[in-house]
């Protein structure tokens, strides 16, 4: 089940418009229980994990009691990525598995994902059964469940991510500087990258509840930039809050975000792994990315922006790569949800086989200049049913004749249609952009 993020006015999206409050959360355990234990057969189990903010705490209590009320065994986490959370799952063999966690949101915020018994996300007919199980009063079950504390679930996981590389793989004599953005890889990551050989300098691993994200991070890497150039060290990774995305930084201090990720991973696959099948990115992957596929005949295809979308284009294609230019990054040869230490790793492994340094092995895909303009619209509209818009955006795309792309996406929290424009040239990409949302912005406005 997707995220629903929610901040002081609510939770959206699984349940409408109810307000956060512990009766609403204790409601919500309790109508996870009763779904999920009506529908399913064996064990009556379901875990919780978290990551560092402090309304966590609040929230974690609250599901429990819930869940307890419905006659569901809680198993509880503590501080635990998502994609760990998903593993643990099968691992215990639960009927679900909870995240409490607004990822890469500002501590303020937070919010819930559910992960089915075998770590994927639930079906979307169970979503609504518990969206119409809130409706229903809430009543007691006749054998009330008990919690415990899962007192060996990190070093589960940290196993588990290291049983992911090949017999004999070392990172010994590699120095490496790891941002876990003061979230929930804070005690898990260095423990995985040293324990493989690395020299880990750690940054932001001290939570205090109201730190995570702040000013670090995979959406704020500059710290860690800063860091690797001045150790000199061989590269750096930067998670998100929940540990699901990663970016890397190469020892001159470059960025190299999920679609150049996931073209060294797919570069490895197809040389060394024998071969790969094809690759799914979403709207928002740069075109060069693309382009940079096709030259190593790996077929490449575009999903909605969102990693659910990105998992499901997967499955019907039958890849096991894909992912989004944020770095969540889904390998589904390795395991079922993305994963930001898995990745990381991924990508090691492949830079160690190509035998060169990050800043070279990057360099075999040439990202084009991107440029995005958000354009505030009045109200909602349909783009394609606007004939100014559309005659401009086909101008646009036969001047830049198949050197780059053009895309309209309307945002999905905003008011706001975000235009934006890749090509070959800087200064032509940018002219274009400003043109186009002048054109989007009269019709709309």
Same mark, same amino acid.
Request: negative net charge; hydrophobic residues 40%; glycine residues 12%.
């Given at each position: ?20 409050t512990p009766d609403f959360m204790l409601k919500l355990? =309790? ?58 799952? #099968? ?39 518990? /969206? ?15 919690? #415990? ?49 690395? #020299? ?59 679609? !150049? ?28 990315? !693309? ?7 790996i077929p490449f295809a575009r999903a909605k922006v ?12 039958? =890849?096991?790569?894909?992912? /989004? ?50 354009? #505030? ?8 049913? /606007? ?59």
């Open positions: 089940m997707a995220r629903k993020y929610f901040g002081t006015d609510g939770i959206r999206g699984l349940v409408g418009e109810h307000p956060i355990g =309790w109508a996870a229980g009763c779904v999920l234990m009506d529908r399913f057969d064996g064990s009556n189990l379901i875990i919780i994990g978290k990551d560092t903010r402090i309304s966590g705490y609040m929230f974690e209590s609250a599901l429990q009691a819930g869940l307890i009320n419905a006659g569901v065994d809680v198993g509880l986490l503590g501080p635990m990525p998502t994609p760990g959370v998903a593993y643990l799952t #099968r691992t215990f063999q639960a009927q679900a598995g909870i995240v409490i966690s607004a990822s890469h949101n500002a501590y303020a915020d937070n919010g819930i994902k559910f992960f089915s018994g075998n770590g994927t996300k639930l079906p979307d007919e169970i979503e609504l059964l518990i /969206e119409e199980q809130l409706e229903t009063p809430m009543v007691t079950a006749e054998r009330l469940g008990k919690a #415990r504390r899962i007192a060996d679930a990190a070093g589960r996981y940290i196993e588990f991510c290291k049983g992911t590389m090949p017999w004999g793989f070392s990172l010994q004599g590699m120095q490496i500087v790891l941002d876990c953005a003061h979230g929930a890889t804070y005690n898990i990551a260095p423990n995985v990258f040293t324990e493989l050989g690395a #020299r880990v300098v750690p940054l932001f691993v001290e939570p205090n509840g109201t730190n995570i994200n702040r000013s670090c991070g995979s959406t704020k890497p500059e710290a860690l930039q800063e860091k690797v150039v001045e150790l000199g060290a061989d590269l750096g990774i930067a998670f998100d809050g929940d540990g699901d995305r990663v970016v890397f930084v190469d020892h001159k201090g470059e960025l190299v975000d999920g679609d !150049e990720l996931l073209y060294i991973i797919a570069a490895y696959q197809q040389q060394y792994g024998g071969g790969c099948d094809g690759v799914v990115g979403t709207l928002m992957s740069n075109f060069g990315f !693309e382009l940079g596929l096709k030259e190593l005949n969102g990693d659910r979308y990105v998992i499901e284009l997967m499955r019907e294609k039958g =890849w096991s790569l894909g992912g /989004e230019n944020s770095g969540h990054i889904v390998c589904s040869n390795v395991t079922t949800t993305g994963d930001g230490i898995i990745s990381a790793l991924q990508v090691l492994l492949a830079i160690s086989a190509m035998g060169d340094s990050l800043h070279k092995v990057k360099k075999g895909m040439h990202k084009l200049p991107q440029t995005m303009i958000n354009v #505030r619209m009045a109200k909602r509209v349909n783009i394609s049913e /606007e004939p100014e818009i559309q005659k401009a955006v086909a101008a646009m795309e036969e001047r830049l004749a198949g050197t780059g792309r053009v895309l309209l996406r309307p945002s999905g929290t905003e008011p706001v249609v975000r235009v934006m424009v890749e090509g070959q040239d800087k200064q032509q990409v940018k002219d274009l952009a400003q043109e186009l949302a002048a054109v989007v912005e009269a019709a709309l406005n």
